[in-house]
């Protein structure tokens, strides 16, 4: 019986760490609507005050969109808020007492060429919305809002207390 239990975590210990450690690749589709946010430069603080920027807009736009089912439903919300994004960016910025100037701009726009988990796209221009800091020099974070690959759910979610457990020693204790 210890045999056939070695010979088993032998087989499903492979195909657990396949299963459960592999990224799934996620293709953008032509239709999509993307996000991006540009730092003003590299420097730590315009750094830091993008990705507050961003994780801001983030849990606006994913309590925004909830709703929105198509990518015209999607666009249509975006162009008719606007100014509620803009007073999002401002009320960040002025959270952080930054005076970094900004602007925002829904359309065609440039995105460089991206590697994304082993998938590369390609540089063109991309329907979205741009929010661009200060001189826009810096590097930048880029999303899709549609389909949402990357809107947050607007409760937090409590991961702290997240139970992890070895597949092979649940089937195992369960025969002891």
Do not use: H
Not at 69 to 84: P, Q
């Amino acid at each position: 019986m210890k045999k056939l239990f070695i010979a088993l975590a032998i087989i499903l210990i492979p195909l657990t760490y396949n299963k459960y450690n592999s990224e799934e690749q996620v293709i953008i589709p032509n239709d999509a609507i993307r996000i991006r946010v540009i730092a003003n430069s590299n420097s730590l603080d315009d750094q830091q005050e993008k990705l507050v920027v961003r994780k801001n807009l983030q849990i606006f736009l994913s309590d925004l969109l909830k709703d929105a089912k198509t990518r015209e439903e999607t666009e249509k919300t975006i162009k008719s808020n606007i100014s509620n994004i803009n007073q999002n960016i401002t009320d960040t910025l002025n959270s952080l007492e930054s005076k970094t100037k900004y602007e925002t701009n829904y359309g065609l726009n440039y995105f460089p060429e991206k590697e994304f988990k082993g998938i590369t796209y390609e540089s063109g221009y991309y329907d979205s919305l741009v929010v661009t800091l200060g001189k826009g020099k810096g590097n930048n974070w880029w999303c899709v809002l549609f389909p949402p690959l990357c809107l947050l759910p607007t409760e937090e979610e409590n991961i702290t207390n997240v139970d992890y457990c070895f597949f092979v020693n649940e089937v195992i204790s369960n025969y002891k």
